[in-house]
C-alpha cells in the first residue's frame, strides 16, 4: 500500500470515528497480587490491575501518560503497525526518548487494525511489574465472524521479586549462571488466578473468547473442557475458523476462540488455564500451575468433571491455520537468516544475541537517526554496533530463517507488520546427539500472519513479510529476560521513504531535550560513524550455544 493510499485512508478512518481519551498516572503501588505478600510494582491512577481499553476501527486514541515514576517509561501498543505514525510506536530508544520522570506525553493515532491486542511498558521492562492492560479493538459494522458476546481473558505471570532485581542476578559475574529459577505465580484478568471470577453462559449463545498472554516469560495452556473450540483470530489477524480443543499462548501472543454454548443448563462445566514453562523443573503444585475457572449455566447445578489431556487432544498450530483475507505465501525477494545463541562476554555476563551481535540501545533513538541522517541513513553502521540494524528495501518481500540453537524456547515479537508463517523444522546442527529431529512442516499456499511467533529449541521457522510500512521497527524476544539479555535487533525499513512522509512531534523531541538527548547525528548522537559516548562493545570469550 502506497504512502499517499494509507494517509487518506487514516483520513477517511478519522472522521468515521471519535476521540477516545485515557489519562495515565503511571506511579508505584503496593500490592499483593499471589497471596505470598506486598510488594512494591507499577499500577496505574493508583490502580493495578489496569482497566482494559476498548475502542472501535477509525476512532483516534489518545493516550496521555503522566510519569511519577523515579525512571522513564513508555508505552507500546503491542500489534498495532502505526503505519504512518512510526513515532507512536513507544519504543524507547528507538523511535522516542523515554518520558522522564514528572513529565507527559500523549500518544496519539488513529486505529487502523480490529482484533486483540495489549498497551505495556517499552522502557525498563516496567510491564513485567504490573505496566500492561489488554487494548480490544471492535472491528466497525459486522465482523466477518458472528458471535453473541464478547469474553476478555488475559494472563500473567508475577513474581514475588522486581523486574530489576531478577535481572540484577542473572547478568552479575559475580553469581552463578543461570540464576535459581522462579517458578512464579497465575493472575487471570490482574487477579489471583484461583480466585477467578465465573464465566456466565447461556444456552445456545456463542462467546468470543479473546485471550492474551501478557507474560514475561510463562506460556498458558487454555481449554474449555465439554465445549468445541473454534480459532477465528490470532495476534489481531483474522483466519479461517479451525476447530481445536485447546491453544497454547506464549507470551505476547494472543487468540480469539467462538464457543457456542449447549442448548442446555443442565449442567456446569469448568476452564483450564495452565501456567508453565518446559525450562523450570516440575515442582508439583508450583511448576506447573493449575488454575481451573468455573462455566455457570445455573446456579447449583451439578458440575461435569473433565478428562485428561490424551493424544487425540487437538492444540491450535500455526502451520494449521489459513489467513482470512487469502493472501497467498509472498515470493521471496530476500531471505535473512538469524541464528539465535547465548555466549559468555568480556564483561563476565552470559548474553543472547542474533548472529553473534548482542543488542544494546542506542543514545539517540534510531528513528531519529533516521530522519536526520540523509543518505547516510541507508548505511547500516550509522545506528551503532550493538543495534544490530538491518536496512529493508520499500515494498521487499524479506523472508526470516531463523535458527534456534539455545535449549530454551523463545517468542519473537516483530513491530510494525504481521508475517507469514511458511515453515517450521529441525536446526539438525544443534541436535543433542540422542533427539529426534522435528520433521519439516510447510504452508506455503494461504499461511496465517501474525507478530508473535514460537521457535524452540534446535528448530528453524520461515517468516515472510512486505517492508510496505517504512519506519524504525524492533524484532525481539518477548521473554523480557531474553530481550534484556540483548535478543533483539532493529529493521530500518525503506528510510528515504521515512525522510519524505514523517515528522517526530516537537513535544516528543521536547522529551529528549529534558534529558540533554540529541535528537540528530548518529546512535551516539555524533556525525559520521563518531561514536564517542556509547559504551565499549563487549567480545564472546566462551560460545555456549
Same mark, same amino acid.
Request: net charge negative; charged share 15%.
Given at each position: 500500500?502506497? $504512502?499517499?493510499?494509507?494517509?487518506?485512508?487514516?483520513?477517511?478512518?478519522? !472522521?468515521?470515528?471519535?476521540?477516545?481519551?485515557?489519562?495515565?498516572?503511571?506511579?508505584?503501588?503496593?500490592?499483593?497480587?499471589?497471596?505470598?505478600?506486598?510488594?512494591?510494582?507499577? &499500577?496505574?491512577?493508583?490502580?493495578?490491575?489496569?482497566?482494559? $481499553?476498548?475502542?472501535?476501527?477509525?476512532?483516534?486514541?489518545?493516550?496521555?501518560?503522566? =510519569?511519577?515514576?523515579?525512571?522513564?517509561?513508555?508505552?507500546?501498543?503491542?500489534?498495532?503497525?502505526?503505519?504512518?505514525? +512510526?513515532?507512536?510506536?513507544?519504543?524507547?530508544?528507538?523511535?522516542?526518548?523515554?518520558?522522564?520522570?514528572?513529565? #507527559?506525553?500523549?500518544?496519539?493515532?488513529?486505529?487502523? @487494525? *480490529?482484533?486483540? %491486542?495489549?498497551?505495556?511498558?517499552?522502557?525498563?521492562?516496567?510491564?513485567?511489574?504490573?505496566?500492561?492492560?489488554?487494548?480490544?479493538?471492535?472491528?466497525?459494522?459486522?465482523?466477518?465472524?458472528?458471535?453473541?458476546?464478547?469474553i476478555l481473558l488475559s494472563f500473567e505471570d508475577w513474581y514475588t521479586e522486581t523486574f530489576t532485581e531478577r535481572l540484577r542476578?542473572?547478568?552479575?559475574?559475580?553469581?552463578?549462571?543461570?540464576?535459581?529459577?522462579?517458578?512464579?505465580?497465575?493472575?487471570? +484478568?490482574?487477579? +489471583?488466578? =484461583?480466585?477467578?471470577?465465573?464465566?456466565?453462559? #447461556?444456552?445456545?449463545?456463542?462467546?468470543?473468547?479473546?485471550?492474551?498472554?501478557?507474560?514475561?516469560?510463562?506460556?498458558?495452556?487454555?481449554?474449555?473442557?465439554?465445549? *468445541?473450540?473454534?480459532?477465528?483470530?490470532?495476534?489481531?489477524?483474522?483466519?479461517?475458523?479451525?476447530?481445536?480443543?485447546?491453544?497454547?499462548?506464549?507470551?505476547? #501472543?494472543?487468540?480469539? $476462540?467462538?464457543?457456542?454454548?449447549?442448548?442446555? +443448563?443442565?449442567?456446569?462445566?469448568?476452564?483450564?488455564?495452565?501456567?508453565?514453562?518446559?525450562?523450570?523443573?516440575?515442582?508439583?503444585?508450583?511448576?506447573?500451575?493449575?488454575?481451573?475457572?468455573?462455566?455457570?449455566?445455573?446456579?447449583?447445578?451439578? %458440575?461435569?468433571?473433565?478428562?485428561?489431556?490424551?493424544?487425540? %487432544?487437538?492444540?491450535?498450530?500455526?502451520?494449521?491455520?489459513?489467513?482470512?483475507? #487469502?493472501?497467498?505465501?509472498?515470493?521471496?525477494?530476500?531471505?535473512?537468516?538469524?541464528?539465535?545463541?547465548?555466549?559468555?562476554?568480556?564483561?563476565?555476563?552470559?548474553?543472547?544475541?542474533?548472529?553473534?551481535?548482542?543488542?544494546?540501545?542506542?543514545?539517540?533513538?534510531?528513528?531519529?537517526?533516521?530522519?536526520?541522517?540523509?543518505?547516510? *541513513?541507508?548505511?547500516?553502521?550509522?545506528?551503532?554496533? @550493538?543495534?544490530?540494524?538491518?536496512?529493508?528495501?520499500?515494498?521487499?518481500?524479506?523472508?526470516?530463517?531463523?535458527?534456534?540453537?539455545?535449549?530454551?524456547?523463545?517468542?519473537?515479537?516483530?513491530? &510494525?507488520?504481521?508475517? @507469514?508463517?511458511?515453515?517450521?523444522?529441525?536446526?539438525?546442527?544443534?541436535?543433542?546427539?540422542?533427539?529426534?529431529?522435528?520433521?519439516?512442516?510447510?504452508?506455503? &499456499?494461504?499461511?496465517?500472519?501474525?507478530?508473535?511467533?514460537?521457535? !524452540?529449541?534446535?528448530?528453524?521457522?520461515?517468516?515472510?513479510?512486505?517492508a510496505d510500512n517504512p519506519g524504525v521497527w524492533m524484532f525481539h524476544c518477548h521473554m523480557d529476560i531474553h530481550f534484556a539479555m540483548g535478543l533483539a535487533l532493529t529493521f530500518i525499513e525503506a528510510p528515504e521513504v521515512l525522510q519524505k512522509t514523517?515528522?517526530?512531534?516537537?513535544?516528543?523531541?521536547?522529551?529528549?531535550?529534558? @534529558?540533554?538527548?540529541?535528537?540528530?547525528?548518529?546512535?551516539?548522537? =555524533?556525525?559520521?560513524?563518531?561514536?564517542?559516548?556509547?559504551?565499549? $562493545?563487549?567480545?564472546?570469550?566462551?560460545?555456549?550455544?
Amino acid at each position: 500500500m502506497s $504512502v499517499p493510499v494509507i494517509l487518506t485512508l487514516l483520513q477517511a478512518l478519522s !472522521v468515521l470515528g471519535k476521540r477516545v481519551v485515557v489519562n495515565w498516572d503511571v506511579g508505584y503501588v503496593d500490592i499483593d497480587r499471589d497471596g505470598y505478600g506486598s510488594r512494591r510494582a507499577i &499500577g496505574v491512577n493508583g490502580v493495578l490491575p489496569i482497566p482494559p $481499553v476498548r475502542v472501535t476501527v477509525g476512532d483516534t486514541l489518545a493516550l496521555t501518560v503522566h =510519569n511519577s515514576l523515579n525512571l522513564t517509561t513508555s508505552i507500546h501498543a503491542h500489534g498495532l503497525f502505526q503505519k504512518g505514525t +512510526n513515532y507512536m510506536d513507544g519504543a524507547a530508544s528507538i523511535t522516542q526518548c523515554g518520558i522522564p520522570p514528572g513529565s #507527559q506525553f500523549t500518544y496519539e493515532y488513529v486505529v487502523q @487494525q *480490529a482484533g486483540t %491486542f495489549w498497551l505495556h511498558a517499552h522502557d525498563h521492562h516496567q510491564n513485567v511489574d504490573g505496566l500492561r492492560t489488554p487494548l480490544v479493538v471492535y472491528d466497525r459494522g459486522p465482523p466477518p465472524v458472528k458471535y453473541d458476546e464478547d469474553i476478555l481473558l488475559s494472563f500473567e505471570d508475577w513474581y514475588t521479586e522486581t523486574f530489576t532485581e531478577r535481572l540484577r542476578i542473572t547478568l552479575d559475574p559475580s553469581l552463578p549462571f543461570p540464576p535459581p529459577h522462579r517458578t512464579g505465580f497465575g493472575l487471570i +484478568n490482574g487477579i +489471583n488466578g =484461583n480466585l477467578t471470577k465465573p464465566i456466565h453462559f #447461556q444456552p445456545g449463545r456463542t462467546y468470543r473468547l479473546r485471550l492474551i498472554n501478557m507474560s514475561s516469560t510463562r506460556w498458558f495452556q487454555f481449554s474449555l473442557p465439554g465445549h *468445541a473450540m473454534r480459532v477465528v483470530e490470532i495476534d489481531g489477524m483474522y483466519t479461517e475458523p479451525l476447530d481445536v480443543d485447546g491453544v497454547d499462548i506464549a507470551p505476547a #501472543q494472543r487468540y480469539s $476462540v467462538l464457543v457456542t454454548a449447549h442448548s442446555t +443448563n443442565s449442567f456446569n462445566y469448568h476452564f483450564n488455564a495452565t501456567m508453565y514453562a518446559t525450562f523450570i523443573p516440575v515442582e508439583p503444585g508450583l511448576s506447573p500451575r493449575i488454575f481451573i475457572g468455573d462455566i455457570i449455566y445455573q446456579q447449583g447445578a451439578p %458440575f461435569v468433571q473433565a478428562g485428561s489431556y490424551d493424544d487425540s %487432544f487437538r492444540w491450535a498450530k500455526d502451520i494449521d491455520l489459513h489467513a482470512l483475507d #487469502q493472501e497467498p505465501a509472498l515470493p521471496v525477494d530476500r531471505s535473512l537468516e538469524l541464528v539465535i545463541g547465548r555466549s559468555l562476554y568480556s564483561t563476565g555476563q552470559n548474553l543472547d544475541h542474533f548472529n553473534n551481535i548482542t543488542y544494546a540501545p542506542p543514545i539517540t533513538p534510531a528513528l531519529y537517526t533516521t530522519l536526520g541522517m540523509g543518505n547516510m *541513513a541507508m548505511d547500516e553502521r550509522v545506528y551503532g554496533p @550493538q543495534a544490530h540494524a538491518i536496512v529493508l528495501k520499500h515494498n521487499e518481500v524479506i523472508e526470516l530463517v531463523i535458527h534456534n540453537s539455545e535449549d530454551v524456547p523463545h517468542p519473537l515479537h516483530l513491530h &510494525g507488520h504481521a508475517f @507469514q508463517i511458511t515453515e517450521y523444522g529441525p536446526t539438525k546442527q544443534f541436535l543433542p546427539s540422542n533427539a529426534t529431529a522435528f520433521p519439516v512442516v510447510k504452508n506455503t &499456499g494461504v499461511p496465517a500472519k501474525r507478530d508473535t511467533v514460537l521457535i !524452540v529449541p534446535a528448530q528453524y521457522v520461515k517468516l515472510r513479510f512486505r517492508a510496505d510500512n517504512p519506519g524504525v521497527w524492533m524484532f525481539h524476544c518477548h521473554m523480557d529476560i531474553h530481550f534484556a539479555m540483548g535478543l533483539a535487533l532493529t529493521f530500518i525499513e525503506a528510510p528515504e521513504v521515512l525522510q519524505k512522509t514523517q515528522k517526530v512531534p516537537p513535544d516528543m523531541l521536547e522529551l529528549c531535550a529534558k @534529558q540533554g538527548i540529541k535528537t540528530t547525528g548518529n546512535a551516539a548522537g =555524533n556525525q559520521g560513524l563518531d561514536f564517542t559516548g556509547l559504551p565499549p $562493545v563487549p567480545t564472546i570469550v566462551l560460545r555456549e550455544a
